[in-house]
């Protein structure tokens, strides 16, 4: 199905311009071809509404398009869902993403004074999913014709005060600060410990700032050879613990906080040393094997502008993320 809706996705996105245009009528009308009806939903009732093709080869969701909707199915649907229905619950969901397609199509069967029936969320859930396809398409055709579609656009424009510069500016020492950091909640079981098959889904992310694990896995060697930045730990677990007690005693003392005169304020500084643990040792890595995917690794701005994110394969925060982020700003 997906296949099928992706093979008629440009046709859909130029039906889509031309009905935004007002020019869904122009054009002359084959004779031959014979109108057909068909059962369409809108906001507050549903009606049985007549659709005349341009020519026979036009394919049924053109023809829908042209006239503000969209069908169920991308063969022969058998409902069709206005334009109007759909851009309403993408606002209403941008603004409570909790709002779920199933509780919007049980507020539109009260609307309608319907029964609610099951099969009626599968389809709106398809004609939702193409109907974002079609708005991503024509941004993609405004991005091309603004010469926005460059690689790392997204990046590179996500903070104006961070990345935009003005003729004879005087260069800052250090033009840009951004933060990295990982979060374990987004975890991935792996599929050895699911039940069932695994189902390939070959659609792809739809921003340039998520950075896919084959170009995370182009930094391993270098990070393998820089050892002098990563220096190995080796021994037992009390050597480690001892480093890392030195460690923490060498960053107190670069913070100066032997000479503070709140007392408080250094307490408070060491316990933190002692429970922050996700930069740690290896010897207290504890991490489950049954997950894929660990969580993620994101870059910000210091205005909150997310520039980079990626997937923790099996790991924690580790350096070749920094280098990834590193090598994507330079």
Not at 11 to 37: F, H, N, R, S
Not at 42 to 54: G, H, S, W
Not at 152 to 163: G, I, K, Q, S
Not at 235 to 264: F, I, N, P, S
Request: with cysteine; hydrophobic share 45%.
């Amino acid at each position: 199905m997906n296949k099928e809706w992706e093979a008629q996705l440009p046709i859909l996105v130029d039906a889509y311009l031309t009905w935004q245009a007002g020019l869904a009528e122009a054009g002359l009308k084959d004779a031959t071809v014979k109108p057909w009806q068909m059962l369409v939903v809108n906001f507050f009732n549903t009606e049985i509404r007549t659709f005349t093709p341009l020519s026979a080869c036009a394919c049924t969701n053109e023809v829908l398009v042209r006239g503000r909707f969209l069908g169920t199915a991308p063969q022969l649907p058998m409902v069709a869902i206005s334009f109007q229905v759909l851009e309403a619950y993408r606002q209403l969901h941008h603004i409570c993403p909790r709002l779920s397609i199933y509780a919007q199509v049980k507020a539109l069967c009260r609307l309608h004074a319907v029964p609610f029936n099951r099969p009626l969320v599968e389809q709106f859930s398809v004609a939702y999913d193409v109907y974002m396809d079609i708005l991503h398409g024509v941004d993609r055709l405004i991005a091309t014709a603004l010469d926005r579609n460059t690689p790392n656009w997204c990046m590179l424009n996500a903070c104006a005060p961070c990345l935009y510069y003005l003729d004879d500016e005087p260069l800052l020492k250090y033009s840009l600060l951004a933060t990295m950091d990982g979060n374990q909640l987004l975890k991935l079981v792996d599929d050895q410990f699911r039940s069932g098959h695994l189902r390939d889904d070959g659609r792809s992310a739809r921003t340039g700032i998520w950075i896919l694990p084959e170009e995370v896995d182009r930094f391993k060697n270098e990070v393998r050879q820089s050892v002098h930045t990563t220096p190995s730990v080796q021994g037992t677990e009390d050597q480690v613990l001892d480093q890392d007690d030195e460690a923490r005693d060498e960053d107190v003392a670069w913070l100066d906080l032997a000479e503070a005169e709140d007392e408080k304020l250094q307490a408070s500084v060491e316990v933190c040393t002692e429970r922050w643990c996700n930069a740690g040792p290896e010897a207290r890595e504890k991490m489950f094997a049954l997950f894929a995917v660990t969580g993620v690794f994101v870059c910000l701005c210091r205005h909150g502008h997310l520039l980079l994110i990626c997937d923790m394969i099996r790991s924690r925060e580790l350096y070749v993320y920094l280098n990834i982020g590193l090598q994507a700003m330079s």
